[in-house]
């Protein structure tokens, strides 16, 4: 059973990342239902929640369904981390977890996120005084290291255990490749083999598939598997490596009728949360995964994107679905 503080998270936890405009509470929604364990937040900034900014305040919503959650807190000053870590405390939710991940230049270049990989002395004082600040069980996101000459990842986590953490998550990249290349997962595995390490270690990068969930767990021996960019349009990804664990049998994928339920399904929760004009707004964003391999789907993708309300969008996902079945 892996567990995070008093959290029990199952034998072999499948994790929701933490992403920007993606991993809000309706995209949430879908991916509770389809089978992730865990899911966080999108990243928050520290300055924005001490400011009060609407838009920072608005991701700490969180909702009993997704219990579990874990939110997501970045910034450069310790002093601002700590001040946001109760303000995100009061919000409930099952744990904190800290962001020194991120690779966009905005957050990097400013020493937040992955940028405090190049200031190891500091990533641990943060920490702790997170930690100390805070009840709830914290955790962190991290990568490999800034570059490939700079790879300190099994000292980041023994660090990052000693200032109190108790779990890690690694995204097998350095920040110099963003996304780009392949994760090296030999990494990850170096850290949960650490004699010294004793916390939860999660692998992220480059699962998309239920048979590369098995064989990464096989040959790295990590306690649970996040994903990110799999799980975007596509929240069927959990409840197909979880049943491919099981059996060993590639689960059948959602035909039409499922993927354009769950596509309204999600749009229904992200209108609830924010309105129809907003959350007709931010669904745009998923059309394409959940519409990916159809025919025609770049013309009723498009008509979708120019809807602009409920009424329109359910018109023209029903003639959609009408036409495929008649073909």
């Known amino acids: 059973m892996v567990k995070i503080g008093n959290i029990e998270l199952g034998e072999f936890p499948l994790l929701l990342a933490p992403m ?7 995209f949430r929604a879908v991916c509770k239902e389809k089978g992730a364990d865990l899911m966080y937040t999108e990243f928050i900034s520290a300055e924005g929640l001490i400011r009060e900014a609407d838009k920072s305040i608005k991701k700490l919503d969180i909702y009993d369904y997704e219990r579990p959650i874990g939110i997501q807190i970045f910034g450069e000053k310790i002093e601002s981390m700590r001040e946001a870590a109760a303000i995100a405390e009061a919000a409930s939710p099952a744990l904190l977890d800290i ?5 966009v230049n905005n957050v990097a270049c400013r020493g937040a996120g992955a940028g405090i990989l190049l200031d190891l002395p500091k990533m641990q004082t943060m920490t702790a005084e997170i930690v100390k600040r805070v009840s709830l069980p914290v955790t962190v996101k991290t990568r490999l290291g800034w570059d490939v000459n700079s790879i300190k990842i099994v000292e980041v986590a023994q660090r990052l255990q000693d200032a109190g953490i108790q779990a890690l998550t690694i995204h097998g990249r350095t920040r110099q490749q963003m996304y ?11 850290v949960k083999n650490h004699p010294a390490i004793r916390i939860p270690i999660f692998g992220n990068g480059d699962i998309d598939t239920p048979q590369k969930a098995l ?3 096989n040959e790295y021996g990590i306690d649970g598997i ?19 664990f099981k059996t060993g049998e590639q689960l059948a994928p959602p035909d039409l009728q499922e993927r354009i339920a769950t596509l309204q399904k999600h749009l229904q ?5 924010k309105g129809e004009r907003t959350g007709i707004l931010e669904m745009r964003r998923h ?3 959940y519409l990916k391999g159809l025919p025609e789907v770049k013309t009723y993708r498009q008509m979708l994107v120019e809807a602009g309300d409920l009424l329109t969008v359910e018109s023209i996902l029903a003639e959609l679905v009408n036409k495929l079945m008649a073909a």
């Open 269 to 273: 929760h992200a209108i609830q949360w």
């Open 99 to 103: 962001n020194y991940g991120c690779p």
């Open 215 to 217: 064989a990464y767990r």
């Open 180 to 190: 780009k290349g392949e994760a090296d997962w030999s990494y990850i595995a170096d």
């Open 287 to 289: 059309y394409t995964n």
């Open 226 to 244: 996040m994903i990110g960019r799999a799980s975007i349009g596509y929240p069927w990804i959990f409840q197909e490596i979880k049943h491919f």
């Open 20 to 26: 920007e405009d993606v991993s809000d509470p309706p």
